[in-house]
Structures are given as C-alpha cells and as structure tokens.
C-alpha cells in the first residue's frame, strides 16, 4: 500500500506541474519557413518541378512563430494570409508573397537568325514563374546546340519556337539519295526541295529521273527514301 501510495503522489505532482506550465508549444522557428511549408502544400500539384518559393513578408511581421494556425492563398497571384501563433500561445496575422521562381537558361547575348546556340551563350538565371511564361525553353540542354529561328534577345526567356534542331540540310543543296531494300543498298543524287534538320521528311528530286520523292535527312547532304 505504501509504494501504491507514493507512486499516485508522483504522478499527482506531474499533473499538477503540467497544469501550471501549460501546454508545450513547438519551438519557434522563421516565419518564412512555415509559410513557405504551407505554401508548398496548398499549391502541390500546380508548382513545376524544379520551382522554388520566395517568401516575401510584409514589412513589420514577426519574424519567428511556432505553427500556421489558418492559411489562405491566391494560387493567381501568390498573396497569403496566414495566422500564426507564437511562443505566447497567441495567434499573430501575418501576409506578404510567396513567389513560384524557376531557374531558367536565357541568352547571355543578342543572338541571330541560322545561329547554333552555345554553351558560352548561355546563363542560368532564376526568375518569377510568370515572367518566364508556359512556352519558354527551361532546361539548359533543350537550349544549347539549337539553331536560332527568331532572334534571341539578352537576358530573355526563349520561347520554344523560336529555335530548332541544327539544319543539316538547305533547300537547293545537292544531296545523295539513298534506297535500302532488305540487305540491298542503291544511291542517286537528288537535290532537296525543303530545309531539314536530322530525322525531318523532306521532298528531293532525283536528278536522273526528274522525279520528287519523300525522304528523311539522316546525315548532312545524305537522305534515305521513305517507304
């Protein structure tokens, strides 16, 4: 009875000293943290892969808390709401922006029409989500080795159609034709109708029977007949 006795003053005692502490707050940690946490959450799916958040307060927030107690956010715009409580067990309104930024490659130099894009041209630069729009190139290989369509202008995003696979082959060039039939290999000179980069269907005219003929571009001046 003695050791039942002294085991219920123990725990009586750490009742009482829970009931006068209160309740155990999480430790404080940067307010941008947590948003940027919610943020992440709220938004999941709609975020790119390599985005990130920048997480801009409005001036003269707290600068520390413990958990979001309530969150709102304008996917649109990325303006937040959010109420957080802090190590007084108080909620504190907080807002400001959280900016989706994507590190894109963009030209470091005005470049022209029927150049091939080199690694030298090129910076990686990161910037707001909607600057960079949902038609520009966002990987640094979709952008380098690429002949330039439209001109590119420095420091710009560069929209997809703006540049092409490298032309192998030029409208009028003379070019050899070539024919494969099972283990059977002819050629003919031809000379191509169209422009083509590697891999595009093209039109040729074969010069000894004046007949155009479909091809694919398989190597610089080099076709193969489509059959």
């Avoid at 003695?2 to 009482?16: D, G, H, M, S």
């Avoid at 949902?134 to 640094?140: D, L, M």
Wanted: aromatic residues 4%; glycine residues 8%; charged residues 20%.
């Amino acid at each position: 009875m003695k050791r039942v006795a002294i085991a219920l003053f123990v725990l009586f005692q750490l009742a009482a000293a829970l009931v006068v502490a209160g309740p155990v707050l999480a430790q404080a940690v940067p307010v941008t943290d947590l948003i940027e946490e919610r943020a992440v959450a709220e938004l999941g799916a709609t975020l790119p892969a390599k985005a990130k958040l920048d997480i801009r307060m409005a001036e003269g927030m707290i600068k520390k808390g413990n958990f979001v107690q309530e969150f709102w956010i304008d996917p649109d715009s990325g303006q937040f709401i959010a109420n957080v409580v802090t190590d007084s067990g108080v909620p504190q309104r907080v807002w400001g922006l959280a900016m989706v930024t994507l590190t894109v490659p963009v030209p470091n130099r005005r470049i022209v029409p029927d150049e091939i894009v080199r690694a030298q041209d090129v910076s990686l630069v990161e910037m707001p989500m909607q600057r960079v729009g949902s038609y520009a190139i966002n990987e640094y290989d979709q952008l380098v080795g690429q002949q330039v369509r439209r001109m590119l202008v420095t420091g710009r995003p560069v929209p997809r159609n703006s540049v092409m696979p490298p032309r192998i082959i030029s409208r009028g060039e003379k070019v050899k034709i070539r024919l494969t039939h099972g283990g059977l290999q002819l050629t003919a000179k031809g000379r191509a109708l169209d422009d083509a980069h590697k891999g595009q269907e093209l039109r040729v005219v074969n010069l000894s029977s004046n007949k155009a003929l479909s091809t694919i571009a398989m190597a610089a001046g080099v076709v193969e007949v489509v059959q």
